[in-house]
């Protein structure tokens, strides 16, 4: 199942389109500001975004760019909603790394019609990461370690599926707390070696580290010498 994130300030178009995508299938979630849209984009790990560009209290050009920017949520298809129709709008808004520009009115059927076209050929998403006896499952928000389950904070969850998602690469601590704190964060290098600290201490019985490694002077790795599976 798809999730969207709808960023659009008019109460009665937000509402229309939320019932007419949850009616096509698909999961939403979103704001009717722009403020927090980054961090809600990443909380939510949408599949697509759609994007008002005048919002009360933002620029949906500029909340677009730090899409771009941030380096969990640039792969993300954004289609801009907008009532911005001039020419010169809608190549700014595609140069910007907008996928497709939508000016207002529309018809919501052809909404639907483009947001389906860029799920066309698009592999199903990677619902549960199995590494050894642990298991993440990305659509419950639950993690399992030989068969119990294991009780995890938000954050907690997040940054063991951002590492356990990536098997062997290193993140610098600078890395960790853009992709699982966000840009807008008041915490400290300290904290994510506060954090490795406590689901190492939930997920690893043994007294030598077993899924997460720790690379002296950089940061940290999820275990890729641990059998990995993905699974659909």
């Known amino acids: 199942m798809k999730k969207i994130v709808l960023i659009e300030d008019d109460p009665d178009l937000y509402s229309l389109i939320q019932y007419n995508l949850e009616k096509e299938g698909f999961t939403m979630a979103g704001a009717q500001t722009g403020k927090g849209a980054i961090d809600l984009c990443r909380r939510e790990r949408p599949d697509l975004i759609i994007l008002d560009i005048m919002l009360p209290d933002s620029d949906g050009l500029e909340i677009c760019r730090a899409i771009r920017n941030h380096s969990e949520l ?39 019609a483009r947001i389906k076209i860029h799920f066309r050929g698009q592999p199903p998403a990677t619902k ?30 997040r940054l063991l599926e951002f590492l356990m998602s990536r098997p062997g690469v290193v993140f610098s601590r600078e890395q960790l707390l853009d992709a699982v704190w966000g840009h807008d964060r008041a915490v400290t290098d300290r904290t994510v070696d506060v954090y490795i600290l406590r689901l190492r201490q939930k997920i690893e019985a043994a007294e030598e580290s077993t899924f997460i490694r720790s690379v002296r002077g950089f940061g940290y790795s999820f275990n890729a010498e641990v059998p990995q599976e993905q699974v659909q």
């Open 128 to 157: 549960i990461l199995r590494s050894g006896d642990l298991e993440l499952d990305r659509a419950r928000c639950r993690v399992h370690l030989s068969g119990g389950e294991v009780t995890l904070t938000a954050t907690e969850f």
């Open 74 to 112: 640039a792969p993300v298809p954004v289609i801009f909603l907008t009532a911005r129709a001039s020419e010169t709008d809608r190549i700014v808004g595609l140069e910007l790394g907008a996928n497709d520009y939508i000016v207002k009115p529309f018809f919501i059927r052809e909404l639907i």
